[in-house]
């Protein structure tokens, strides 16, 4: 009998054992869903995006139950593809690129784990697929912040009617950059308008090309480029002190160095871009089959302060920047 009871009580210790085994496994990883989150670079816009895409999912499935892995590549895409493998070596459930470098490299580091993009302009441009039909295919999907360009060029000229030279200036890195300036120098040319591309580098060549598009133009454009977004003081140094006004892709450029733009929220993209995650994590749906979102408004904005500086009055039916 005290036999048959220790081994007993040692069956019991052992099943006890591994239960607490599966226990502290289960704890670990806390039931929760593992999403990584390669943000480009920090600025205005992308933060939006980031914050509404965390919040979507927090407000869908509660915040206990996601854990979120969020790295900023610091503006450099050899460090976003190392954030990506890092994610892809964690095993995350899903990965949020948020902009266009983060894109291509979540792209190129997986082709099992989901992956959302969000803060992409055209995902045909940056994922080099001919003929894009609006769904990716494959593990990807996400939104876009593409706001009508036709619009955008139309803003030229009805803030600056007199221009007849307008500098179109990117970052000649993001790829729909390129792709934003193309649509507007072609729109502009419909127009009789001499449009001319000022591609720069990266920010240490930017007030160069900055200050000889000023010099040769007498209106700028800027397309929702990251670069530029974190580099608006330089632009609005040299452009303010020679009177050339700035028309911006999106309103965090044009808080810092325009004076209008047709812009997205994107804050509110972002919480498209996490809706789409809670259906593919929570309500199993295929990511290969879900195409690109766009964001469903866009509201025109003007910069009060840089209208004042540049003499320059607001339009009618443009909101100031700042105003509800």
């Not at 607490?20 to 806390?30: K, P, R, T």
């Not at 920090?42 to 892995?69: C, M, P, R, S, W």
């Not at 892809?88 to 459930?93: A, G, H, R, Y």
């Not at 969000?118 to 697929?129: C, D, K, Q, R």
Request: with cysteine; net charge negative.
């Amino acid at each position: 009998m005290k036999r048959a009871l220790v081994i007993l009580l040692a069956l019991v210790m052992c099943i006890s054992s591994c239960m607490s085994l599966v226990s502290c496994s289960d704890d670990s990883a806390d039931g929760k869903y593992k999403i990584g989150i390669c943000q480009l670079v920090e600025h205005v816009a992308l933060d939006a995006a980031t914050e509404g895409f965390k919040q979507a999912i927090i407000d869908e499935l509660g915040a206990d139950a996601v854990e979120f892995d969020v790295q900023n590549g610091q503006g450099d895409p050899a460090t976003c593809s190392t954030i990506a493998n890092q994610f892809v070596s964690n095993n995350v459930d899903l990965i949020m690129a948020n902009a266009t470098n983060a894109l291509q490299a979540a792209a190129a580091a997986t082709g099992d784990i989901p992956i959302l993009g969000t803060s992409v302009t055209e995902y045909g441009v940056a994922l080099e697929i001919k003929d894009f039909n609006g769904t990716v295919g494959g593990n990807i999907s996400g939104t876009s912040d593409l706001a009508p360009l036709d619009k955008q060029a139309a803003m030229i000229t009805e803030w600056c009617p007199e221009a007849k030279t307008v500098g179109l200036l990117y970052c000649s890195k993001e790829a729909n950059s390129k792709y934003q300036v193309d649509v507007v120098k072609a729109e502009l040319e419909k127009k009789n308008i001499t449009a001319t591309l000022y591609p720069f580098t990266d920010s240490n060549d930017l007030a160069q090309i900055c200050t000889t598009a000023a010099d040769n133009c007498d209106v700028i454009y800027v397309p929702t480029d990251n670069t530029v977004a974190e580099n608006t003081g330089i632009i609005d140094n040299i452009c303010e002190p020679k009177k050339i006004p700035v028309i911006a892709g999106e309103e965090g450029i044009c808080s810092g160095c325009g004076i209008a733009t047709l812009s997205i929220s994107y804050y509110d993209l972002g919480y498209t871009t996490g809706k789409m995650a809670v259906k593919i994590l929570r309500d199993g749906a295929k990511i290969s089959e879900m195409p690109i979102e766009y964001a469903d408004k866009q509201t025109p904005k003007y910069n009060a302060q840089n209208c004042e500086a540049l003499g320059i009055a607001p339009l009618e039916g443009y909101t100031a920047i700042g105003e509800n």
